[in-house]
C-alpha cells in the first residue's frame, strides 16, 4: 500500500508562489493517478489538479493557468507549483491517489490520503 506524505506548505504574500511535495512510499507511484485537493475553514473539499502517469492532467478552472502538477518518476513525488496566489487559495492542500479510473474531480475517486500541508496567502 502507498502512504503520501506532503510537504511545503506556508505563509507567503499574494503573488507569491509555492511548490507542494506529495511523496510516496510503500510502493512505486507509476500506477497511480494522483491528485490534490484542498480544503478551506467552512467549505468542502474541493479538486485542484491531478496528473496520470500518462502525463495527462487536469485543473480546477479556479488554477488554471496559475499551478503547474508534475511528477517524478525516479523520486516518486509529485509536485504542484502555485505562483500567482490568491488569498482565496488559503486551505489545507491534501494529495490523494488511487489505482482505478474514475472521475478526476471526486473525493469518492481516491482511496490513498495524505495528512495534508497548510497554505496561507495573506493580502
Known amino acids: 500500500q502507498v502512504q503520501l506524505v506532503e510537504s511545503g506548505g506556508g505563509l507567503v504574500q499574494a503573488g507569491g508562489s509555492l511548490r507542494l511535495s506529495c511523496a510516496a512510499s510503500g510502493r512505486t507511484f507509476s500506477s497511480y493517478r494522483v491528485a490534490w485537493f484542498r480544503q478551506a475553514p467552512g467549505k468542502e473539499r474541493e479538486f485542484v489538479a491531478r496528473?496520470?502517469?500518462?502525463?495527462?492532467?487536469y485543473y480546477a478552472e479556479s488554477v488554471k493557468g496559475r499551478f503547474t502538477i508534475s511528477g517524478d518518476n525516479a523520486r516518486n513525488t509529485v509536485y504542484l507549483q502555485m505562483n500567482s496566489l490568491k488569498p482565496e487559495d488559503t486551505a489545507v492542500y491534501s494529495c490523494a491517489a488511487t489505482q482505478y479510473t474514475g472521475s478526476a474531480y471526486r473525493t469518492s475517486t481516491y482511496n490513498i490520503w495524505g495528512q495534508g500541508t497548510q497554505v496561507t496567502v495573506s493580502s
Open positions: 496528473i496520470s502517469w500518462g502525463d495527462d492532467t
